[in-house]
């Protein structure tokens, strides 16, 4: 019973090309996260959504476009991609509350661009 | 700016302890996590602390003291399986969390 699941594990595309990464969680949190990690390993946050609605959104590229159709889905799609996006990217979840709560983390998306 | 400052990496051998430090300067203050991540997995969480003090769990323990900005996790009886890198995060007073790069630790028979 994998808590927060994403897809594909690995994806491999050529520079140029429109992709995206499916999560899904099934704890029943509110907030959902999309993070990126660089290969300095550096845990970089994305997005953050609660309730299906957009809290936090750093600064990316607008390239990048989460959509939350409920709220246990946070999906992450990429058009036109770039070498540089080249990383593990990583869909997280946490539990409602008033105070910063521990993450449940996807097993990742390690995302190759040729 | 905001910044967390870990080691690197590390050398521990099998069966001795290990204290990985962790210091921070971050906008407020909203309590320090500590993650275990193996290569090529995803982060788990392993402490949580927002008072200072020690926080002990098993053969795990994580310090914090506010004051110094300063963290520290703590392993003992070391196993081959605790070979992963660390990584400290601290909640800033948007409740963000920031991260550290993390310090892989090398466990040696």
Redesign the interface.
């Known amino acids: 019973d994998t808590a927060v699941s994403q897809t594909p594990k690995y994806l491999v595309t050529q520079m140029g090309n429109d992709k995206s990464i499916k999560c899904e969680q099934n704890l029943g949190h509110d907030t959902m996260y999309w993070y990126k990690q660089d290969s300095k390993k550096f845990l970089k946050i994305m997005f953050s959504y609660n309730n299906k609605e957009l809290i936090i959104n750093e600064t990316v590229p607008n390239r990048f476009s989460p959509k939350s159709p409920d709220k246990a889905h946070l999906n992450l799609h990429i058009n036109s991609l770039e070498l540089g996006d080249s990383a593990v990217y990583f869909c997280a979840s946490s539990p409602p509350g008033q105070g910063p709560e521990k993450l449940f983390f996807g097993s990742g998306t390690q995302l190759s661009v040729l | 700016g905001q910044n967390i400052d870990q080691p690197t990496e590390m050398t521990a051998t099998e069966g001795a302890i290990v204290q990985i430090n962790c210091t921070y300067q971050t906008s407020g203050f909203?309590?320090l996590?500590w993650?275990q991540q193996h290569a090529?997995?995803?982060?788990?969480?392993l402490s949580?602390n927002v008072l200072d003090g020690l926080e002990e769990k098993g053969r795990f323990s994580s310090f914090l003291s506010r004051s110094k900005g300063y963290s520290y996790l703590l392993l003992k009886e070391l196993q081959m399986k605790d070979s992963a890198?660390y990584?400290c995060?601290v909640?800033d007073s948007n409740?963000?969390?920031i991260?550290g790069?993390?310090t892989k630790l090398i466990i040696k028979p």
């Open positions: 909203n309590g996590f993650y090529g997995e995803a982060p788990t969480f949580y890198s990584l995060a909640s409740y963000q969390l991260w790069a993390g």
